[in-house]
Every structure is written in structure tokens, then in C-alpha cells.
């Protein structure tokens, strides 16, 4: 192994070295290449703690007498955290998703392939959640590399400069977020095809089988204005009514996500779900599954649809201004099963139980059965209470009022 110093133009202009630790190998033609075994930054920022002549002549199998280093000479100047990219670089590959993403995107504009820029993206979303500009900040304390070993190193703007651009808060170089902003570009641009090459590994390697289907949405929001044609105002389920924003449907089977969508903000749950139906029918070949959605899918054309396709469904129903559905609870007067506690039910002191029984049905070919949680019905207690209490306070409010004769 050697040093190599390279050069590179980061911003304007402004020329750089940077200090690589390089081995010379043989491929299988038994030609020498040499390849990157670790990039270790900045020339001028390790000038001051690193002494090059020494870390040469080690690299070369020089002995270095025992006496000519002093403890006190050692100093530990900077450590990375290197265990989260590492644990889930061994997933992604486990996954094939390295494989999956560079046949889909060959671009000769990208030094480094999507796989591994996703990666980064990915991994930064589990350890440390943030923008695309505050991904620059997590590189510095971790140590995160392409599949070489070539670490990717943030690129700060110079504050003199950026200070008296139009942009002071960006303190990113733009070519490194255009770089994150590009990765993003192209893994939707291969979105379905992904979705569908790891389907089939998790088909694979899980054997995974596709008769029964969990869907689910949520909503994100954004703090501007969020693309034109799916940010809108719409029932919020972050608390964030003011603000535009989308809806997200996963798509879950045995636990794995298989595919995803993006619907407009303002559009209802229930209408969403043709859609991904048709998907499931067309990209995965599935012939029949058992839809499971909660209570927002449930519309009557929504059911004549899952059957005339013929697929079945397991479905919540609203309780709530519906005789049929309380004359069905009324009747739940037989034996209950307790169902086994969920996960998260586990993790409690007091797993909460739920149970469930079977009642006779007033709809040919479906089946009900009712069911009683506590989770659920401490939830709704505490909805309530909170429901009560604001009225309560506007109710005093009004009494002083009159009171006052106002």
C-alpha cells in the first residue's frame, strides 16, 4: 500500500488535496490496477496531525525503532462511527439492492453509482433524520463510503462567500446537494422496476407468499408551497392543518413492503384504493389476495370492486351512525377468543388484550366478527376526556358571559 494525493476543484475554482490510501492488486487478467482502500481528507487539515514521512516509510515495511515514538507524541485528534453504515451496507447488499439499482442506472455523468448514493441517503434516514443540507453535518461525524472505500467528504461553502450570495443559509456546496437532489431524481425515475426486482428477492429469499395484503396510508407535509400537483390541504395526521401536503400508501406483505405510492394531499383514503389494486393486478401478476385496510377504505364501491375482481378483504367499519354495525355489536353475546398481543402490546407492563367472536351475518358470502380492544378503548376514553374538557371550558365561558349579561 502506498499514499496517492490527488487534486480536485470543489468550488470556483479552488483546487484541493486530498490524501488517498491506495493497494495495488491484480485482476483476473493479471493486469496491476490499484484501487482505494480509504480516502483520509483533507491534506492541509491532516498536516497538522499526521506526519506523512513516517506513515510512508511503515507503508514500505520500514522498521520504526520502539524508542522513537513517545505516548505522549500519540494523539487521538478524531474518531467516525463506522457501525451504522457498515450494518447497513451488509443489509442493502443482503438485499441485492446494490445489483438492483445499477442495472436500471448507468449514468457516465456520476463518479459514483446510485446504489452506493442511495445508500447514503437511506442510511442517514435511520441514524440521523434530516434534510439533503443536513446530511452534510452527519458526514463529518460518520465515517461513509462507497463500496471502494471512498469516503464521502461534506464540501462547505466559504463564508465570506456565502455570506454575501443570495443563499447565506446554504452553507453546502451546490454541486454536492445537486449530487443527493440527482439521486433522488433517478431512483424515482426507477421506482417501479425497484419495487418489482425486490419483490422478487424477498420472494425468494422469504419465500414470500402474496394471498394476503396490508395497505395503509399516512400524510407528510411540507413548509412551503410542496410540488403543485400533489401538495394540497387535507386532514392532517401530523397536526399540521395549515400546512400543504401529500399522502403516502404502503403497500405490506408478511411484514415486507413491497410497493409505495404518493396521492395528492387532499384526496380521501378510500379513493385510492383502485388504484393500487390495478397496480397489484398488473406490475406483480397478483390473481387473488386478501385486501386489509381500516375503516377509511371501506366505501361500498370500494367492496364491489375487491369483488368483482375477485379478491377478498378483511376491513374495519365505522361504528358511528350505522344501525347495522351497532345491531352487530348488540349481538356479540357468545363466547370471546383473546387474540395473541401484538408487538407493541407486548412491550407493555400490562399487554393490553383484545378480543373477538364471530355473529351471525345479514350479508351473503361475508363473514363478521366483532372485536373489543383496550388499547383502542383506552384511546377512545382519553379522546373523549380531552373532547369533554374543551367543551366544558367554553360551556364557563359562555355561563360568565350571561352572567355579565353580555
Same mark, same amino acid.
Given at each position: 500500500?502506498?499514499?496517492?494525493?490527488?487534486?480536485?476543484?470543489?468550488?470556483?475554482g479552488?483546487?484541493?488535496?486530498?490524501?488517498?490510501l491506495?493497494?495495488?492488486?491484480?485482476d483476473?487478467?493479471?493486469?496491476t490496477?490499484?484501487r482505494t482502500?480509504?480516502?483520509?481528507?483533507?491534506?492541509?487539515?491532516?498536516a497538522?496531525?499526521?506526519?506523512?514521512?513516517?506513515?510512508r516509510?511503515?507503508?514500505?515495511?520500514?522498521?520504526?525503532?520502539?524508542?522513537?515514538?513517545?505516548?505522549?507524541?500519540?494523539d487521538?485528534?478524531?474518531?467516525?462511527?463506522?457501525?451504522?453504515?457498515?450494518?447497513a451496507?451488509?443489509?442493502?447488499?443482503?438485499?441485492?439492492?446494490?445489483?438492483?439499482?445499477?442495472?436500471?442506472?448507468?449514468?457516465?455523468?456520476?463518479?459514483?453509482?446510485?446504489?452506493?448514493r442511495?445508500?447514503?441517503?437511506?442510511?442517514?434516514?435511520?441514524?440521523?433524520?434530516?434534510?439533503?443540507?443536513?446530511?452534510?453535518?452527519?458526514?463529518?461525524?460518520?465515517?461513509?463510503?462507497?463500496?471502494m472505500?471512498?469516503?464521502?467528504?461534506?464540501c462547505w461553502?466559504?463564508?465570506a462567500?456565502?455570506?454575501?450570495?443570495?443563499?447565506?443559509?446554504?452553507?453546502?456546496?451546490?454541486?454536492?446537494?445537486?449530487?443527493?437532489?440527482?439521486?433522488l431524481?433517478?431512483l424515482?425515475a426507477?421506482k417501479?422496476?425497484?419495487?418489482?426486482?425486490?419483490?422478487?428477492?424477498?420472494?425468494?429469499?422469504?419465500?414470500?407468499?402474496?394471498?394476503?395484503?396490508?395497505y395503509?396510508?399516512?400524510?407528510?407535509?411540507?413548509?412551503?408551497?410542496?410540488?403543485?400537483?400533489?401538495?394540497?390541504?387535507?386532514?392532517s @395526521? &401530523?397536526g399540521?392543518? /395549515?400546512?400543504?401536503?401529500?399522502? $403516502?400508501?404502503? =403497500?405490506?406483505?408478511? %411484514?415486507?413492503?413491497?410497493? +409505495?405510492?404518493?396521492f395528492?394531499?387532499n384526496?380521501?383514503?378510500?379513493?385510492?384504493?383502485?388504484?393500487?389494486? @390495478? &397496480?397489484?393486478?398488473? /406490475?406483480?401478476?397478483?390473481?387473488? $389476495?386478501?385486501? =386489509?385496510?381500516d375503516? %377509511?377504505m371501506?366505501?361500498? +364501491?370500494?367492496?364491489?370492486?375487491?369483488?368483482?375482481?375477485g379478491?377478498?378483504?378483511?376491513?374495519?367499519r365505522? @361504528?358511528?351512525?350505522?344501525?347495522?354495525?351497532?345491531?352487530?355489536?348488540?349481538?356479540?353475546?357468545?363466547?370471546?377468543?383473546e387474540?395473541?398481543?401484538?408487538?407493541?402490546?407486548?412491550?407493555?407492563?400490562?399487554?393490553?388484550k383484545?378480543?373477538?367472536?364471530?355473529v351471525?351475518?345479514?350479508?351473503?358470502?361475508?363473514?363478521i366478527?366483532?372485536?373489543?380492544s383496550?388499547?383502542?378503548?383506552a384511546?377512545?376514553?382519553?379522546?373523549?376526556?380531552k373532547?369533554m374538557?374543551?367543551v366544558r371550558?367554553?360551556?364557563?365561558?359562555?355561563?360568565?358571559?350571561?352572567?355579565?349579561?353580555?
Amino acid at each position: 500500500m502506498f499514499l496517492r494525493v490527488v487534486r480536485a476543484t470543489v468550488s470556483k475554482g479552488v483546487k484541493r488535496d486530498y490524501v488517498r490510501l491506495v493497494e495495488a492488486y491484480r485482476d483476473n487478467a493479471g493486469k496491476t490496477q490499484h484501487r482505494t482502500v480509504i480516502n483520509l481528507g483533507r491534506r492541509d487539515m491532516l498536516a497538522a496531525h499526521l506526519d506523512f514521512d513516517k506513515l510512508r516509510r511503515l507503508l514500505h515495511g520500514d522498521a520504526v525503532a520502539p524508542d522513537s515514538v513517545k505516548r505522549e507524541d500519540v494523539d487521538a485528534f478524531g474518531a467516525w462511527d463506522w457501525g451504522p453504515m457498515l450494518a447497513a451496507r451488509a443489509l442493502w447488499s443482503g438485499l441485492g439492492l446494490d445489483t438492483i439499482l445499477d442495472q436500471f442506472v448507468r449514468d457516465r455523468r456520476d463518479l459514483v453509482r446510485l446504489s452506493d448514493r442511495a445508500l447514503v441517503l437511506v442510511t442517514n434516514r435511520l441514524t440521523s433524520p434530516g434534510s439533503e443540507h443536513a446530511l452534510a453535518q452527519w458526514l463529518e461525524s460518520d465515517f461513509v463510503c462507497d463500496r471502494m472505500g471512498r469516503r464521502f467528504i461534506p464540501c462547505w461553502r466559504d463564508d465570506a462567500e456565502r455570506k454575501a450570495s443570495r443563499t447565506p443559509r446554504v452553507r453546502v456546496v451546490a454541486r454536492q446537494l445537486q449530487q443527493w437532489y440527482r439521486t433522488l431524481d433517478q431512483l424515482y425515475a426507477c421506482k417501479e422496476k425497484t419495487e418489482y426486482a425486490l419483490f422478487l428477492t424477498l420472494r425468494d429469499l422469504f419465500s414470500l407468499r402474496v394471498d394476503m395484503v396490508f395497505y395503509d396510508l399516512t400524510s407528510t407535509y411540507f413548509e412551503g408551497e410542496g410540488p403543485p400537483t400533489l401538495g394540497a390541504h387535507g386532514h392532517s @395526521r &401530523d397536526g399540521k392543518p /395549515r400546512n400543504r401536503q401529500v399522502l $403516502v400508501g404502503l =403497500v405490506m406483505v408478511d %411484514g415486507w413492503p413491497i410497493a +409505495h405510492h404518493v396521492f395528492a394531499g387532499n384526496q380521501r383514503d378510500a379513493k385510492t384504493v383502485p388504484e393500487v389494486l @390495478r &397496480d397489484l393486478e398488473s /406490475r406483480f401478476g397478483v390473481n387473488r $389476495v386478501v385486501f =386489509v385496510g381500516d375503516r %377509511g377504505m371501506v366505501t361500498s +364501491h370500494n367492496l364491489a370492486l375487491v369483488r368483482e375482481h375477485g379478491h377478498g378483504y378483511i376491513v374495519g367499519r365505522n @361504528r358511528r351512525r350505522s344501525g347495522q354495525v351497532y345491531d352487530y355489536i348488540q349481538s356479540a353475546t357468545g363466547p370471546w377468543i383473546e387474540c395473541p398481543a401484538g408487538i407493541t402490546a407486548r412491550e407493555k407492563e400490562t399487554p393490553p388484550k383484545t378480543l373477538v367472536q364471530e355473529v351471525a351475518s345479514q350479508e351473503p358470502g361475508v363473514r363478521i366478527f366483532v372485536v373489543h380492544s383496550e388499547e383502542r378503548a383506552a384511546f377512545e376514553g382519553r379522546q373523549r376526556s380531552k373532547s369533554m374538557g374543551r367543551v366544558r371550558v367554553q360551556l364557563e365561558k359562555l355561563q360568565r358571559r350571561v352572567a355579565k349579561g353580555r
